[in-house]
């Protein structure tokens, strides 16, 4: 039986370290390298070209190559690394930061740029909106992923056995390529399907080889044909995994497609979790800042527009910001912002529109919006800000001054199919839907007696701008836009119901969203007649504006403007000792104090951190459990013959406790084998071959044979396989977290040091 053991010792030693040739050693390593090479292809929703597809396929190659490389030549695990790492580099510096060498020389320039990308590439790539510009300080980090995968899996191919060893790398490079592009997915279906055929193509050819090589080689390591019934056998194999491969994938995708949670709309996004370089969210709504604006004299020039003729209808305004979040006392936006490339993500709601091209220069604006045409899609300046769920863009701080961009903005076209539009409330456009409790009646009342004598939703939106625009516009009314501000402009004295613009937009949104449309406040600035010079407006305070957008399908943002500047009031003086500022919120509506929607949102966030957090420390626990199990497996392989011997006897009494079969210290070896096969039978048999060596090991006081230790390791190994197959590997996989090998073993010295404690006290 030991010579048996030994044989097959030999065997398996003489595969693993034969560097492994022919067409299936070849084949591996080209799906291997095709895996790593599809994972880049994921980042065509990344970046806006293509550009970036040679760094990243000629690093999949390359590692590869150099893998094939150091397996051929049996290079150690030092030497290995080495050449991957410079490998690295090379290719870095000659595809990526090609433009920092001089005369193809690298320069301390390249070598700052690539140490800077290497470290905060990834968090740049989070910190950017997407389709991002192909820029170096972006791009290292998918060269980097598609490297690594490649050289590992391809490495581990060629000097492991381990049948599914090699898919792994590629897998986690396919992981953190989704987490990178987020809900941009390239062609989610065609790069899933070509990464599962290839990874199971892989598995198929790796089974095949695997096998091959032991039925091909001999104990002297002298290679041999294969009979005729091994080929039939390999052929036969390679022929039924071929349509199980495909059969697999086909599933897999189809099912994918099927499934609402892999629809890949509402795919974790880890940018939302990161710091954002643009972060507004503490500034008072500008919505307050409007009657600021109007009343300044004289009034000041903010910017100048120019705007290139399409032949559509001229355009009459341009927005800076967009609120969409109201309390019951301000509108304010609710926006996340990210570097903008050059290209930016258009609104998906809307379709066939105008493009309308402007270059703005920025004079006396004050911070962070800034001016844009619909929705902005190109821009050719950098370093600003841009959000892509509500199209606004932001510079770097509050001091605009001297800046100067091209942009493209998208518009929806006002055709004849408008008036039938509906509402869009797919995706998160509900939230646009949404007031905080403690709507006053008046309010609820008004929009309903306005649209109910219309029937489709866009006449009822009409009415409600038409009677707005019948309020008489004063800039002396109470600044605000509370309930209670827009209560008034509904109420019995008719000395309230005037207002301007910030009174006005904010009751059409209002209004518009208890019936149940998607709606946000714009504020930005009119482009008039009279203040433009050939194709160039100019700008002032004088034109500052506020009116509602509301959110269409097929339309986008539609623009109703509820403000009818030209009707005057008679002017009426705001009040003594009114503030101007918006008024207190009241009590009722504080939406912190509430019971309503946000309160019920901000415990179910609370519950998600907290379950998130509990699920956290179970998975870092289980993982710990098992890094201590490996470490332990690790220790007990070295120091002296005797050592590693017992080293493996613990790791059977490890297995044996995972099985809830203790083996106390008090025990001997055989003692505890016989129990063992009276527990389990069969599978423990390689313990009780294990004994007689471990009693051995222990009373001679000699250093034992080399065999007899790898005797002891290999009796070990199959114990935990024939426990494996016995058990199934549900079973197997829960022993693998089983605490109990650990806490047992500690339990057990503790109990044995208390006994020499006793004996040396009597």
Do not use: C
């Amino acid at each position: 039986m030991k010579r048996g053991r030994h044989k097959e010792r030999q065997q398996t030693e003489t595969v693993q370290q034969r560097p492994p040739t022919g067409p299936l050693a070849y084949l591996e390593v080209l799906f291997a390298t095709m895996a790593a090479a599809t994972t880049g292809v994921l980042y065509n929703g990344f970046f806006t070209s293509r550009e970036y597809l040679l760094p990243l396929m000629t690093a999949a190659a390359g590692a590869a190559l150099l893998a094939v490389l150091s397996a051929v030549r049996r290079w150690r695990l030092t030497s290995t690394l080495l050449v991957a790492v410079l490998g690295f580099v090379v290719l870095a510096v000659t595809l990526v930061y090609r433009h920092t060498l001089d005369h193809g020389v690298p320069t301390v320039q390249t070598a700052t740029d690539l140490g800077t990308g290497l470290l905060h590439g990834w968090a740049r790539m989070l910190s950017v909106g997407l389709p991002a510009d192909v820029t170096q300080d972006l791009l290292i980090t998918p060269v980097l992923i598609t490297w690594v995968a490649a050289f590992v899996s391809t490495t581990l191919s060629l000097r492991t056995r381990a049948i599914l060893a090699p898919v792994l790398p590629t897998l986690l490079a396919l992981v953190i390529g989704l987490l990178f592009t987020a809900a941009r997915p390239a062609a989610g279906a065609v790069v899933t399907a070509a990464f599962l055929v290839v990874s199971l193509m892989l598995v198929v050819v790796r089974v095949s080889r695997l096998e091959t090589a032991l039925v091909a080689r001999d104990p002297d390591e002298e290679v041999v044909a294969a009979p005729e019934p091994a080929k039939r056998r390999l052929v036969g194999r390679i022929a039924f995994g071929i349509p199980v491969a495909l059969l697999v994938t086909a599933v897999g995708v189809g099912g994918a497609q099927v499934v609402p949670v892999a629809a890949g709309t509402q795919r974790f996004d880890p940018r939302t979790v990161t710091p954002q370089r643009y972060d507004v969210s503490d500034m008072l709504s500008p919505l307050v800042g409007l009657k600021g604006q109007l009343k300044e004299t004289p009034a000041q020039e903010l910017f100048t527009i120019r705007i290139t003729d399409d032949g559509g209808q001229p355009l009459d305004r341009v927005r800076t910001a967009a609120l969409d979040n109201y309390n019951g006392s301000l509108w304010t936006a609710d926006d996340s912002f990210l570097l903008a490339g050059h290209t930016l993500p258009p609104d998906p709601n809307l379709e066939h529109p105008r493009r309308v091209t402007a270059h703005v220069q920025v004079g006396n604006l004050t911070g962070p919006y800034l001016p844009v045409l619909g929705w902005p899609v190109k821009i050719d300046a950098t370093g600003l800000g841009f959000s892509a769920s509500s199209g606004v863009l932001v510079g770097p701080g509050a001091d605009l001054q001297g800046i100067s961009y091209d942009v493209v903005g998208e518009v929806p076209v006002r055709d004849a199919d408008l008036p039938s539009a509906v509402p869009n409330l797919s995706g998160s456009a509900g939230k646009d839907t949404q007031l905080p409790p403690g709507l006053p009646p008046e309010l609820e009342q008004e929009a309903t007696r306005l649209t109910a004598q219309a029937s489709a939703p866009f006449a009822k939106l009409v009415a409600i701008e038409k009677y707005l625009r019948t309020l008489p516009y004063s800039l002396q009314a109470r600044p605000g836009h509370s309930y209670d501000a827009l209560r008034r402009l509904f109420g019995a004295n008719a000395q309230d119901r005037i207002g301007y613009a910030e009174q006005f937009a904010s009751a059409f949104a209002v209004l518009a969203r208890a019936q149940g449309f998607p709606t946000r406040v714009a504020v930005g600035y009119l482009l008039r007649s009279e203040a433009k010079q050939g194709d160039t407006y100019r700008v002032t305070t004088a034109d500052a504006h506020a009116w509602a957008e509301v959110n269409l399908a097929r339309y986008g943002w539609v623009s109703f403007d509820p403000t009818d500047t030209t009707h005057r009031a008679t002017a009426t003086p705001d009040k003594p000792g009114d503030p101007q500022l918006p008024e207190a919120q009241p009590a009722k509506v504080d939406p912190t104090l509430s019971s309503g929607p946000g309160t019920g949102a901000k415990v179910l966030a609370g519950s998600l951190i907290g379950a998130g957090v509990l699920v956290v420390v179970i998975l870092l626990t289980l993982l710990g459990i098992v890094i201590e199990k490996v470490r332990r497996r690790y220790r007990r392989r070295l120091g002296s013959g005797n050592d590693r011997i017992v080293g493996a006897w613990r790791e059977v009494t490890d297995r044996l406790v995972e099985r809830g079969i203790p083996v106390p210290r008090s025990l001997t070896a055989v003692e505890a084998a016989a129990h063992a096969e009276e527990q389990l039978g069969e599978p423990a048999r390689s313990v009780a071959v294990l004994a007689p060596i471990v009693t051995a090991a222990v009373f001679y006081p000699g250093e034992p044979l080399e065999d007899n230790v790898r005797d002891a390791w290999d009796l070990s190994t199959q114990f935990r396989r024939d426990l494996r197959r016995s058990r199934g590997m549900l079973r197997a996989l829960r022993a693998l977290f089983d605490p109990r090998p650990l806490v047992y073993a500690w339990r057990d010295r503790r109990r044995l040091r208390g006994a020499l404690k006793e004996l040396q006290e009597g």
